[in-house]
């Protein structure tokens, strides 16, 4: 029985996933800077890349389901780990919270940066897919 197909060797749903922990990262820090002269906001921060260490276990032995009533055994898949939108530890106060402006606006390059990235890699894999299917040779 052929386990993986051509679909899971391109790691396609790790990059779906990257996209919407980036969307949902942008979400929270658009929600940071709108909010810098809101009295009392506590700035936030999306949570993935920690709990996704955590989940993966390093060192810890996977299992292979071989039908989607078994349980999971081991560490859990990239899609199978979900963010979390916590409170920043900060010091910071700017007089009215404590939302770091330049920090907020730091974060929003970085993760425009890599969501174009991925959907740059992620359109490159497709494309890829499509030309193999149709049997285009380059």
Same mark, same amino acid.
């Given at each position: 029985? @052929?386990?993986?197909?051509?679909?899971?060797?391109?790691?396609?749903?790790?990059?779906?996933?990257?996209?919407?922990?980036?969307?949902?990262?942008?979400?929270?820090?658009?929600?940071?800077?709108?909010?810098?002269?809101?009295?009392?906001?506590?700035?936030?921060?999306?949570?993935?890349?920690?709990?996704?260490?955590?989940?993966?276990?390093?060192?810890?032995?996977? %299992?292979?389901?071989?039908? =989607?009533?078994?349980?999971? @055994? %081991?560490?859990? %898949?990239?899609?199978?780990?979900?963010?979390?939108?916590?409170?920043?530890?900060?010091?910071?106060?700017?007089?009215?919270?404590?939302?770091?402006?330049?920090? &907020?606006?730091?974060?929003? =390059?970085?993760t425009d940066l890599s969501?174009?990235?991925?959907?740059?890699?992620?359109?490159?894999?497709?494309? @890829?897919?499509? &030309?193999?299917?149709? %049997?285009?040779?380059?």
């Amino acid at each position: 029985m @052929i386990q993986s197909t051509l679909f899971d060797r391109a790691r396609l749903e790790g990059l779906k996933k990257a996209l919407t922990v980036y969307s949902q990262r942008h979400r929270v820090v658009s929600e940071n800077v709108a909010n810098v002269e809101t009295a009392g906001y506590r700035a936030r921060e999306y949570k993935f890349e920690e709990l996704l260490q955590t989940a993966s276990g390093a060192g810890r032995l996977a %299992g292979t389901r071989t039908d =989607a009533h078994h349980l999971p @055994i %081991g560490r859990r %898949g990239v899609e199978l780990t979900d963010g979390r939108v916590e409170e920043q530890e900060s010091d910071l106060d700017n007089g009215v919270n404590n939302v770091d402006v330049d920090r &907020e606006m730091a974060e929003l =390059a970085t993760t425009d940066l890599s969501y174009r990235l991925a959907t740059r890699v992620l359109s490159m894999k497709y494309r @890829i897919l499509r &030309e193999a299917v149709s %049997g285009q040779v380059r």
